[in-house]
């Protein structure tokens, strides 16, 4: 994987501009002399309890590449290197230091659940077309783009809770849903997201990555074979979402970071 989304233009939420690095030199390996890149912390993550603190802090001590406390630093991608105490971007260089919006230094963990159903074909017989898969994709807040509903893995979170719980917060808005409402979802997809299939797990080029700062994510396939589970429900956006839909599975499919690649490796397991 190469950094393009997170290689261009200007960094997000921000006036700060990546040093443009041509793709020969985004591997840390070659050298690069003239890169001089511009440092961003978005002063918004100070103090914010998902945020680490600035690395040079007295008592910060972060156990890099280790599960340190509740926090996962460990990088799905392998050891990443520290130098002069910043942690190293495992894929190459971004054109920007810092943490830029992102809270913690090195990989910030995340899940993203593929809610997938085949299309319906209303011609009064309510047939499925197998030849077209669909996906729940919401449309993000900050970017505008259309994405996966996945978010961040909370302290000591399992991966796969966050990507249901996220499902249900961003695609079902789910922080505005009654507790009596959500026991029912509960027992009627009890079983269905009981039966993900992990689909990857790895580095996102996501547009907020930086030198020291990268996001990571564990993608989980929950497909819904007849349409008569989730296949049936009621989207409703809620939290970061501004916007929810089943999207067709196409090859001119655009979306946020890499969330397409993810996307392509359910359409190959379900379509063989
Ligand atoms: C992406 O950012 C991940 O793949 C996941 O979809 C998302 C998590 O960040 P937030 O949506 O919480 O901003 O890299």
């Known amino acids: 994987m190469m950094h393009v989304k997170c290689r261009s233009g200007l960094y997000p939420r921000s ?3 990546r040093f443009a690095v041509p793709d020969s030199k985004v591997s840390w390996s070659t050298e690069y002399k003239e890169y001089d890149p511009p440092s961003h912390t ?17 008592g910060f001590t972060p156990k890099w590449n280790n599960i340190d406390g509740k926090v996962n630093r460990k990088s799905y991608m392998g050891p990443y290197k520290i130098v002069n105490s910043y942690p ?5 260089r971004t054109g920007l230091q810092g943490r830029g919006v992102l809270g913690r230094w090195g990989p910030n963990h995340a899940a993203d659940p593929i809610v997938t159903r085949w299309k319906k ?29 996945g978010g961040m893995v909370d302290p000591g979170e399992k991966i796969s809770t966050t990507a ?14 009654s507790e009596s409402e959500k026991e029912i979802w509960r027992i009627k997809f009890k079983e269905f997201f009981s039966t993900g299939i992990e689909i990857y797990s790895g580095y996102v080029d996501d547009p907020r990555n930086t030198d020291n700062a990268w996001m990571e994510t564990t993608a989980y ?10 296949g049936s429900l009621q989207l409703k956006a809620g939290d970061d979402a501004v916007g929810v839909k089943w999207v067709d599975i196409t090859p001119e499919l655009n979306l946020y970071a890499s969330h397409k690649d993810m996307v392509n490796a359910v359409l190959a397991l379900r379509c063989k």
């Open 221 to 230: 396939n929950y497909h819904d074979e007849t349409g008569s589970v989730v």
């Open 42 to 58: 978005d002063p918004g993550i100070d103090g914010k309890p998902w945020a680490d603190p600035e690395i040079v802090r007295p």
């Open 164 to 177: 249901i719980r996220e499902f249900e917060e961003e695609a079902m808005n789910s922080l505005e849903t």
């Open 88 to 92: 190293l971007n495992p894929i190459g």
């Open 121 to 149: 074909i209303e011609n009064g017989a309510n047939h499925n077309d197998k030849s077209i898969l669909q996906f729940v994709a919401i449309k993000r807040r900050d970017t505008g783009e259309w994405a996966l509903p």
């Open 15 to 17: 006036l700060v501009q």
